[in-house]
């Protein structure tokens, strides 16, 4: 199992942290860095632009595959987003996965003036748009579609080996795992305990059977709200950035809000009680997890993941 991070884009996210967390990545050899795509979740702070912190990620970084968890249907046009994610693939290399979802913070599109429809036309939206993005990748595309359409529309440059490799985030029974039979290369989940995840899986197996796919042809991630690292300060010191995040009661001790966390199913340990943890996930042949990265001042919890949980949980 691979351990990659993941950034928080909307929680204080500047250029000079983010040129830090890309270059501390590679330093430390994590395999992937991906970030969220929100202009704000609660308090609005510091939020970069999703697409052009990748344009950084694809020219300062050489080895790390990267992306949004996930960019929402709601944000952008299918045809800027193909066009985007096409050129940011060519300027890495090929490392670019190109994340998306159907959208959920009604808060942000308020505030921002971007239409928010109900959920069943968000899900038609991104089934949509994921053809749309797939036939520009292809090109040249012609797309008649009830929300989004293209005519004899050419992405050049184009992208490399058909376009980035699609990822589809969330885990509703319904359409996502659905859209995931159908159309992903990769599907991540969020925080799901081991018994929910395995109930998952089979679901999933069920669309993939009705699709004719082999459900084995799909990367499986999962990206994780996880507090992991050395008891002491600078575990402590990580919880509180999280109980800010989550608007944690000030009565809270850290150790309090990571024991209720660990109730709630979530990754909360030091070295060995998450590597038994993550050894559950491998055995369902999960092959990725992104940790969050809270904690933007301090390089402690990810070198302590890179030198104490990376490398053993290659072996799992």
């Given amino acids: 199992m691979d351990i990659g991070l993941m950034v928080e884009g909307q929680n204080g996210l500047t250029w000079e942290r983010w040129r830090h967390i890309l270059a501390l990545a590679e330093r430390l050899n994590f395999p992937s860095v991906f970030r969220s795509d929100h202009y704000f979740i609660g308090t609005q702070q510091d939020s970069l632009e999703a697409y052009l912190s990748f344009v950084m990620a694809a020219t300062e970084t050489t080895s790390i595959r990267f992306g949004p968890l996930v960019s929402p249907v709601t944000f952008r046009s299918p045809a800027d987003v193909a066009r985007m994610a096409a050129q940011v693939d060519i300027l890495s290399g090929g490392r670019f996965v190109m994340g998306l979802g159907a959208g959920w913070n009604e808060s942000e599109h308020?505030?921002?003036?971007?239409?928010?429809?109900?959920?069943?036309?968000?899900?038609?939206?991104?089934t949509e748009a994921i053809e749309v993005i797939k036939a520009l990748w292809e090109g040249p595309a012609t797309y008649p579609g009830h929300f989004y359409q293209v005519q004899d529309a050419h992405c050049l440059p184009a992208p490399s080996r058909g376009g980035p490799p699609i990822l589809i985030g969330g885990g509703g029974e319904r359409r996502t795992l659905n859209l995931v039979a159908r159309y992903a290369d990769e599907w991540n989940a969020v925080n799901l305990p081991v018994d929910v995840y395995r109930h998952k899986l089979s679901v999933l197996e069920g669309h993939c059977d009705a699709e004719g796919r082999d459900p084995a042809t799909i990367k499986r991630s999962m990206m994780m709200f996880a507090l992991v690292g050395p008891e002491g300060p600078v575990l402590d010191r990580a919880t509180e950035r999280l109980m800010g995040i989550f608007g944690a009661g000030a009565n809270a001790t850290p150790a309090e809000f990571r024991a209720g966390l660990r109730e709630r199913g979530l990754l909360v340990g030091d070295t060995s009680e998450v590597l038994d943890r993550l050894g559950e996930y491998a055995k369902l042949g999960l092959s990725e997890v992104q940790l969050q990265h809270f904690d933007f001042d301090s390089d402690a919890i990810p070198e302590y993941i890179a030198a104490e949980v990376a490398p053993r949980a290659k072996a799992l």
Avoid: C, Q, S, T
């Fill in 110 to 126: 308020r505030a921002y003036g971007i239409p928010f429809p109900p959920v069943k036309e968000r899900f038609d939206r991104l």
